[in-house]
């Protein structure tokens, strides 16, 4: 009984059979093998995920930096550390000189700043401390005086904090900021 359907074929199809099962299979395999494929890309992509998440990490380290660093003025800092530079460069000079004079020569006061110096060190001082629109009252003649003068000497100056004006002094000895006094120029708020 078998065999009376298979006659019953057309002969065409008994010759092209083996042919479709052929191509079939190689479609099953074309598929397989781009199923196989895309497989493996998304392998690659879940991997590619895994390493971005970290981004995410990163992220919120950096938001939780930021928050905790956001009381720093930078301008200010930028200021200390030029002060602290330029003081720095003021030892190294004073080292210097004390190393070249001679162990048998009477000690003789380190020669002061220079006006200019002092001008310019004393509003670095002031832009550290939070001031604006720094001013030295006295002149550079004035202020060449005071520092040649070797006692401890007032400098006035005027400054502005958020907006208000505010007055004070700076003490100086042998050109060496010692000390800053400022305060707002009312005495009491109306």
């Known amino acids: 009984m078998s065999s009376a359907p298979a006659q019953a074929l057309p002969e065409w ?9 052929a191509l079939c299979a190689l479609a099953a395999a074309a598929t397989g093998v781009g199923v ?8 690659g992509l879940a991997k590619l995920g895994e390493r971005l998440a970290v981004l995410d990490d990163i992220r919120a380290t950096l938001a939780r930096v930021a928050k905790e660093r956001e009381d720093l003025d930078l301008r200010r800092l930028e200021h200390v550390l030029i002060e ?3 003081g720095q460069r003021r030892l ?5 000189r004390s190393s070249q004079l001679s162990t048998s020569a ?7 700043a220079s006006a200019i ?3 310019e060190r004393i509003v670095q001082r002031l832009l550290a401390q939070g001031f604006e629109r720094v ?9 060449a005086k ?6 401890v000497h007032e400098v006035p100056i005027e400054a502005r904090r958020n907006g208000v004006l505010c007055k004070g002094r700076v003490l100086v000895r042998d050109g060496v900021l010692i000390d800053v006094e400022v305060q707002p120029a009312y005495s009491m708020f109306p």
């Open 135 to 143: 001013q030295v009252v006295p002149s550079l003649e004035e202020l």
């Open 146 to 151: 005071l520092a040649e003068s070797g006692a």
């Open 13 to 21: 199809v008994a010759i092209s059979l083996p042919w479709l099962v």
């Open 84 to 86: 602290l530079r330029d």
């Open 36 to 43: 196989w494929m895309l497989l493996r890309e998304l392998r």
């Open 106 to 112: 009477p000690a003789s006061p380190v020669p002061s």
């Open 92 to 96: 190294e000079d004073l080292l210097l």
């Open 117 to 119: 110096g002092l001008s």
